[in-house]
């Protein structure tokens, strides 16, 4: 019996090695198709509700050997939109916010749109209310007060269409959920998620991002100009910080995911509330959950992901809840998403065939 025992340890340690010798050599094989175009990025792996793989490669300068790790910080861009809608879900879950309610009822500045949108309209991208543009996104270079404050200049204008009426990706959006977050639980947003999901999640390493953020652990951004690597121009997300204001690294992103799969956020209701899917308006194609993008064929068996691409970064997570499977990409070179969704989808191919 002794024997016998020892040996069906032996082979359950043999196949987990073999398991992950496949997993690690199929991600970085895909890696390598991308590897000399991006200066630095890091890739890891949720299996079965834990990491089985995480690595960095290359480096977060032009200059010098500063090597990516698991544990380099990159600005996450419009990443942070699944963060926002945890955050509300779990004001809901809390009785506090009803998510088809009008979102005037919680974010006071949306009593001046000509229209009334739901919480919900403004999780699934269906509000009416437009994206903010790149000339936003370049000038506008201070910390309001609050994020009512951000919202007094676009809720002077119209709604692009009646709620529920169309699907139109939106920033401002996202930041009317931030007001909604703020107004309801009486603290700035970034208290809130700072207490309610980063530290139960133990995302140690994930912050809120200012301009001038510069620690030893973190990526600046690179974009190709005229030929060749440039740095980044940085831009103020303080204004929209709900849809495009966090920092983070793919083991923290790895831990987010870990702490949906178990729960840890969200009450089984809310997560699954979260994820659920509603008829598309007219002919659209369902494209948004309450703060995901449904899984498209180019991101393999993803049935749930999110990215994001603005100056200085691109990442990405996917999730597929029911296997307890998750990939969390993040790379310094800006803008890149359409380039590294082939990594994502060979990284979950491998971990799914675990």
Sequence with gaps: MRVSGLLAITALWTASLLAQSGLQSRVEAAVQTVRAQIPGLAVAVVVDGRVAYAQGYGASSL?????????????????????????????????????????????????????????????????????????????????????????????????????????????????????????????????????????????????????????????????MRGGKMQPSVVVDTRFKSPSSGLISTVNDLSLFAIALFERTLLPDAQFKEMLSTRKAPGDERQMFTAGWTLGRADVGAARFNYNGSMEGTTAYLAIVPERRVAVALLANRERYVPEVTPVMAEALAAALAR
């Design 63 to 223: 200059t010098e050997p500063k090597l990516i790790t698991p544990d380099t910080q990159f600005r996450l861009a419009s990443l942070t939109k699944p963060f926002t809608a945890v955050a509300v879900m779990q004001l809901v879950a809390q009785g506090r916010v009803d998510i088809d309610r009008p979102a005037n009822q919680y974010c006071a500045p949306l009593t001046a749109l000509n229209d009334v949108p739901t919480v919900r309209h403004f999780l699934i991208h269906q509000s009416g209310m437009r994206h903010t543009s790149d000339a936003e996104d370049e000038n506008i270079k201070v910390a309001p007060p609050n994020l009512a404050a951000s919202l007094a200049g676009i809720v002077k204008e119209k709604l692009r269409f009646a709620p529920g009426q169309k699907t139109l990706y939106t920033s401002w959006g996202y930041t009317v959920l931030g007001c909604v977050i703020e107004s309801v639980s009486g603290r700035s947003y970034a208290a809130f998620v700072q207490d309610h999901i980063l530290t139960p999640a133990a995302m140690r390493n994930t912050t809120f991002d200012t301009p001038e953020y510069a620690v030893p652990t973190f990526s600046p951004g690179f974009r």
